[in-house]
Nanobody
Framework: VQLQASGGGLVQAGGSLRLSCSAS????????MGWYRQAPGKQRELVAV??????TDYADSVSGRFTISREAKNTVSLQMNSLKPDDTAVYYC?????????WGQGTQVTVSS
């Protein structure tokens, strides 16, 4: 599975951004898609995930501000509202099957105070 992410950029605190990700290849095997992020000097962490069947999970730090949407089996978006400087990171799209995971190239999100 290959992933192509778009969106991201620079926004002031309190603003909004939307990330999108499209998968190609063996999409029939995908059972979850989501977003991770990695800030400088920190480990990569889960932001939100959408599983086949509709279950979604969010990191506590973004719950209530971010919304993950699965438009199709191979596309996922992340609407990010009320952004904070702590949300600054490189965001990675992720897709999982029963056997492996695939990662997108990463997109920078910078929130200025």
């Amino acid at each position: 599975v290959q992933l192509q992410a778009s969106g991201g950029g620079l926004v002031q605190a309190g603003g909004s951004l939307r990330l999108s990700c499209s998968a190609s290849g063996s999409i029939i095997s995908i059972n979850r898609m989501g977003w991770y992020r990695q800030a400088p000097g920190k480990q990569r962490e889960l932001v939100a995930v959408s599983r086949t069947g509709g279950q979604t999970d969010y990191a506590d730090s973004v719950s209530g501000r971010f919304t993950i949407s699965r438009e199709a089996k191979n596309t996922v978006s992340l609407q990010m509202n009320s952004l904070k400087p702590d949300d600054t990171a490189v965001y990675y799209c992720n897709a999982g099957t029963s056997f492996y995971e695939s990662w997108g190239q990463g997109t920078q999100v910078t929130v200025s105070s």
